[in-house]
């Protein structure tokens, strides 16, 4: 098996390839920019700010974008948040009961629950014990009616990115879709891997705003792929999905590169700060490398110190549950203010 085998009709779903997409009254006709009359949608005519329907293609962020990513506004679709990206890859690639996908817990949970509301089979191969893909195993599962193999790099809830090594061999060895879901690149010293689309045909990136970015509240989430992908992905998204206020709060925010990179930079300071004030604390018995603006720390008992930190008004991530995961809680990289008072409290417990 290798890429140039990669063809993207043999993946896309039967009732899929027929489609054409719906074609809304914005999508009919774009502005150039001259006074017009719009008097063919419906809408109420009283201008307030959001009177008149969204652009459905989102002509203007994704300009922005691609400039930015070095990519073509034909490889970018954006959509409700990144689980609606996620669960569009699904609707289109995936067909109920027949076909598969791979995930490699512990990760995000989301992926197992598309795959359960899709009704699409999730095959699940632990990552091992330093929080790398099981490659061999990984080939070794992928059989006729697996379609994607989500990849998380960083990974939540471990913190780490996947070896570029690895990500290759499970690029190059599989004929479907490798998507890697970057929600938390901007935190990484690795690279995107959205400058590698034009050599892997079968990649899918997806990022999103809710991170790096700050902006979990208007729900934006981006997928990076090649022309073919995107153009069977917008045949099937709802045609309004990213919704006129999240355009331009997203636009405003992208634009503004420097208030983004000033804030990161200020997480991944304090992230280390948190890390070295976490080694002073007795009965955390392990940390975990981060590349993201989380720590996963192993404890002496998690629920107990859940119980605890909650009782004192924290809330973190419980994440003893979680194949390799037992006994580790998530703590956020937060404000310079809400690390001292987690520190604080640990110390008292
Ligand atoms: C937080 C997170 C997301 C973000 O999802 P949105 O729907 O865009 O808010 C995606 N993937 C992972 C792994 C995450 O942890």
Redesign the pocket.
Known sequence: MNTTQFDINQIVRENVKGLKPYSSARDEYVSDGSEMIFLDANENPYENGVNRYPDPQQRSLKAVLAEQKNILPQNILLGN????VLDLLFRAFCEPKIDNIITLPP??G?YNVLANTNDVQNHKILLTNDFEPNVSKILETIDQQTKIIFL?SP??PTGNSFSEQSIVQILEGFNGLVVI?E??IDFSTMESWVQKLKVYPNLII?Q????AYGM?GI???LCYASKEIISVLNKIKPPYNVNELTQRKALERVEDVESVQKEVSNILQEREKMITDLEEIGFIEKIYKSDANFVLVKVDDANVRYDQLLNQGIVIRNRTTQPLCENTLRFTVGTSFENKKLIEALKNL
């Open positions: 948040g990144s689980d609606e990760t995000y989301m998380c990974n939540n879901d929600a938390y997806t999103t705003l809710s991170k979990a729900r934006l989430g």
